[in-house]
């Protein structure tokens, strides 16, 4: 199963797919791109501490994935 | 001018003075007569006062009935209805105060689990604790505060730099810690041009701790 964070003012939101289903793969690929055109940056990440890894296109297979807001300087 | 007083008094050269009845005649006058004439249409148009108080001035000027003038301010005393509302909106908005404070609380307790399946139980449980999260850089290290800002540890200092997501307010403060983590992980360069360079210190020799992997 994929996993997508969004993270927003309730912590985060999670769009969940499964690979081999078609529609599902598509709606979490529509998400992931219109964040991307918000701004959002994507991450793939893997558990216990592994380096998240940017990513601009989205992979079905990536696992989990987690769509960051754009930062600023304060 | 014919006037004259069988009791002649100081006070009996005022009301000379300002009574339009020069023949008038008194028989008891106090020394507030002319206070008197001052403030009272009776006694200037009058021909005898006969009992007159030294305090008839401050009377006129101080009583609601007795003459005008002005009164700063009235006593605000609510009614029933306006004590109600009162009450009902100091509900409403405690219960808002209360609901937001519950739906933030929520939101950290998730961010954390995102965090969590991150950094891992024992890291998480000092994270916890400091408030701090270790995160190795290409080229620098960085502490990420969770309550703001981000120290980027060079060789013998510390610079404080200030940057998080846009709208930070909006978001619980571990979204921003982990946001910044993946960050630094990723385009350290891109967050050092963005970021404020706040305050700039000395390395110490021990640094504080902090969670890391």
């Given at each position: ?56 296109v ?15 300087g304060? | ?10 006070s ?19 020394t ?47 009614t ?6 009162r ?57 990420i ?40 992980e ?12 706040v ?15």
């Amino acid at each position: 199963m994929g996993q997508l964070s969004i993270l927003n003012d309730k912590g985060d939101t999670k769009v969940i797919w499964d690979p081999s289903n078609e529609d599902e793969v598509m709606a979490a690929s529509d998400q992931f791109d219109a964040l991307v055109e918000k701004g959002f940056i994507a991450f793939a990440v893997k558990k216990n501490g592994q380096q998240g890894t940017q990513t601009k296109v989205f992979d079905p297979e990536a696992g989990k994935i987690i769509m960051v807001p754009p930062i600023q300087g304060g | 001018m014919a006037y004259y007083d069988s009791t002649a008094s100081s006070s009996t050269v005022w009301r000379s003075w300002v009574s339009t009845d020069t023949t008038a005649s008194t028989s008891t006058s106090g020394t507030g007569d002319t206070w008197y004439c001052w403030t009272s249409n009776l006694a200037c148009s009058g021909t005898t006062a006969t009992t007159i108080s030294n305090d008839s001035v401050w009377h006129t000027w101080t009583s609601i009935d007795t003459a005008p003038m002005t009164v700063l301010g009235e006593p605000c005393v609510e009614t029933e209805e306006e004590l109600q509302g009162r009450r009902r909106r100091e509900e409403e908005s405690r219960k808002r105060e209360e609901e937001l404070r519950k739906k933030k609380s929520m939101a950290e307790a998730t961010a954390r689990e995102l965090l969590l399946d991150l950094i891992g139980e024992d890291q998480c449980k000092v994270y916890d604790e400091t408030g701090r999260l270790f995160v190795k850089g290409r080229e620098y290290d960085y502490v990420i505060k969770k309550n703001g800002g981000v120290q980027r540890i060079e060789k013998d200092k510390i610079i404080d730099l200030c940057v998080h997501l846009k709208k930070r307010w909006q978001f619980p403060d571990t979204d921003n810690v982990i946001a910044l983590k993946l960050m630094l992980e990723n385009d350290e360069d891109a967050v050092n041009r963005i970021a404020n360079r706040v305050a700039e210190r000395e390395k110490p020799d021990r640094l504080s701790l902090a969670a890391c992997l």
